[in-house]
């Protein structure tokens, strides 16, 4: 693990690969921490300096000093890129992730060269269940009295929502194992982050990004599972829509988790867009450069060939 102070915010990650590589910023969700990516990690490593990060006000990242806001996380992980190379980075964002991702491709075009986005959030609006189910007790705890209750009843009340958020979160014959997904609901119920929860569900409504996904280019992929029912498909339909450009996979036996709930077909997904050895016996291991030219000569062939008509560089 390691840190960086970006404008007096400090912000913590975890970092596989090669330093002289690309980076790729491994970007989670709402109410999670850095581990909501780690399926992905040893992964993306392999050709990328892979740098996953604790958003402020999750994880061990203390939170922002002003209100949380996406174009704020946009500007505070712009500014890291800019710390930590000098060159365009590919992000890989989960859910609000994604969204600060997006928010990203458009205020800083220059700075992302490709996108892997699963289950973004693009309007805002989450699911009915979580509207009726945890946003009240997430608004509780935006104040000091609120946040006393939630503390004092948070074993009872984790017993109730892990109990009907379930369904919501995974696929019915999801295949997350039971480790992966009691680290997660742990994640979700970190004391101390009631204010950023609560201001992050806010920021993701007043972040719609309908309208504006015409805007950009940066190719992307976007995958999403077929039983998310915590960001709907509603909002897959807004991508085909606005954004025909993205390559939109959907995931079976998924739901808003599927790098942990179907890794195989989602890591295949990942590989084959950006290039990475899907089937090396170690996914921490980077490729050597020999094999790092030959993928870059065969992206740049395709992209310029009859072969590869209507194929991005990516």
Same mark, same amino acid.
């Given at each position: 693990?390691?840190?960086?102070?970006?404008?007096?915010?400090?912000?913590?990650?975890? %970092?596989? /690969?090669?330093?002289?590589?690309?980076?790729?910023?491994?970007?989670?969700?709402?109410?999670?921490?850095?581990?909501?990516?780690?399926?992905?990690?040893?992964?993306?490593?392999?050709?990328?300096?892979?740098?996953? !990060?604790? @958003?402020?006000?999750?994880? $061990?990242?203390?939170? &922002?000093?002003?209100?949380?806001?996406?174009?704020?996380?946009?500007?505070? @992980?712009?500014? &890291?890129?800019?710390?930590?190379?000098?060159?365009?980075?590919?992000?890989?964002?989960?859910?609000?992730?994604?969204?600060?991702?997006?928010?990203?491709?458009?205020?800083?075009?220059?700075?992302?060269?490709?996108?892997?986005?699963?289950?973004?959030?693009?309007?805002? =609006?989450?699911?009915?269940?979580?509207?009726?189910?945890?946003?009240?007790?997430?608004?509780?705890?935006?104040?000091?009295?609120?946040?006393?209750?939630?503390?004092?009843?948070? =074993?009872?009340?984790?017993? !109730?929502?892990?109990? &009907?958020?379930?369904?919501?979160?995974?696929?019915?014959?999801? /295949?997350?194992?039971?480790?992966?997904?009691?680290?997660?609901?742990?994640?979700?119920?970190?004391?101390?982050?009631?204010?950023? =929860?609560?201001?992050?569900?806010?920021?993701?409504?007043?972040?719609? @990004?309908? /309208?504006?996904?015409?805007?950009?280019?940066?190719?992307?992929? !976007?995958?999403?599972?077929?039983?998310?029912?915590?960001?709907?498909?509603?909002?897959?339909?807004?991508?085909?829509? %606005?954004?025909?450009?993205?390559?939109?996979?959907?995931?079976? $036996?998924?739901?808003?988790?599927?790098?942990?709930?179907?890794?195989?077909?989602?890591?295949?997904?990942?590989?084959?867009?950006?290039?990475?050895?899907?089937?090396?016996?170690?996914?921490?291991?980077?490729?050597?450069?020999?094999?790092?030219?030959?993928?870059?000569?065969?992206?740049?062939?395709?992209?310029?060939?009859?072969?590869?008509?209507? &194929?991005?560089?990516?």
């Amino acid at each position: 693990m390691a840190y960086y102070t970006v404008n007096d915010q400090k912000i913590y990650t975890a %970092e596989e /690969g090669q330093p002289d590589r690309q980076v790729a910023l491994l970007i989670h969700g709402w109410s999670s921490s850095r581990y909501a990516m780690s399926p992905l990690l040893g992964l993306v490593s392999q050709r990328f300096r892979a740098i996953s !990060v604790d @958003l402020p006000g999750y994880g $061990k990242s203390p939170p &922002l000093t002003c209100r949380t806001t996406i174009p704020a996380y946009a500007d505070v @992980l712009a500014d &890291l890129i800019e710390r930590v190379t000098d060159g365009p980075v590919v992000l890989v964002g989960h859910s609000m992730g994604g969204m600060t991702s997006l928010t990203m491709a458009l205020r800083y075009p220059a700075l992302v060269e490709r996108m892997v986005l699963i289950g973004p959030t693009i309007s805002g =609006r989450l699911s009915q269940a979580i509207n009726l189910v945890i946003s009240p007790i997430t608004f509780l705890e935006r104040f000091g009295l609120g946040r006393m209750i939630v503390s004092t009843a948070e =074993r009872t009340i984790v017993g !109730v929502t892990d109990r &009907l958020i379930r369904p919501v979160s995974f696929a019915e014959r999801t /295949g997350i194992t039971e480790e992966d997904y009691k680290r997660l609901r742990t994640d979700a119920r970190q004391p101390g982050q009631g204010r950023t =929860r609560a201001e992050c569900f806010t920021a993701m409504r007043e972040n719609d @990004l309908r /309208g504006h996904l015409h805007e950009i280019e940066t190719p992307s992929l !976007v995958l999403w599972g077929a039983e998310d029912n915590t960001v709907p498909l509603r909002d897959a339909g807004v991508v085909a829509d %606005e954004w025909p450009q993205a390559d939109l996979r959907i995931i079976p $036996k998924a739901g808003h988790w599927p790098h942990f709930e179907a890794p195989a077909i989602t890591r295949r997904q990942i590989a084959s867009f950006l290039g990475l050895p899907l089937f090396s016996d170690d996914l921490h291991t980077p490729v050597g450069d020999e094999e790092l030219m030959q993928i870059r000569e065969v992206a740049r062939f395709l992209a310029h060939s009859d072969v590869g008509t209507n &194929l991005n560089l990516a």
